[in-house]
């Protein structure tokens, strides 16, 4: 079995609570199963499997720059997160980014280089 793990990216650059990243990141979580696991599904094209990741369901939380999410979400591979500004956050800022599921080995130096966030 291959220790498959789910990162997602968080926006270092924003104050935000507890309560309001745990929305963002479960937002991160659903829209990634949607566009490649349901969404292809539906439309008759290839999906991902989440069988393996299942398993253990491990998902790594991240501190990362938000010019660096930026980054990934003009690459268009991956769920990017924008709140809609109802309650903490101004409409459209970038909380998340779900960099997608893949074992520690895969995962390139640069997100290896990233802090927890806690």
Do not use: F
Request: charged share 30%; hydrophobic share 35%; proline share 4%.
């Amino acid at each position: 079995m291959r220790d498959y793990r789910m990162y997602i990216l968080v926006n270092e650059d924003i104050k935000i609570s507890k309560g309001k990243l745990a929305g963002q990141v479960g937002h991160a979580v659903m829209s990634y199963v949607y566009h490649k696991a349901v969404k292809p599904l539906s439309e008759g094209r290839e999906i991902i499997s989440l069988d393996e990741y299942m398993k253990e369901q491990k998902k790594i939380i991240l501190k990362c720059p938000q010019w660096k999410l930026e980054e990934l979400e003009s690459e268009g591979d991956h769920a990017v997160i924008r709140d809609k500004g109802y309650t903490q956050l101004q409409p459209n800022t970038l909380t998340c980014v779900n960099y997608g599921i893949m074992t520690p080995e895969e995962l390139p130096d640069w997100v290896k280089e990233l802090k927890l966030y806690n």
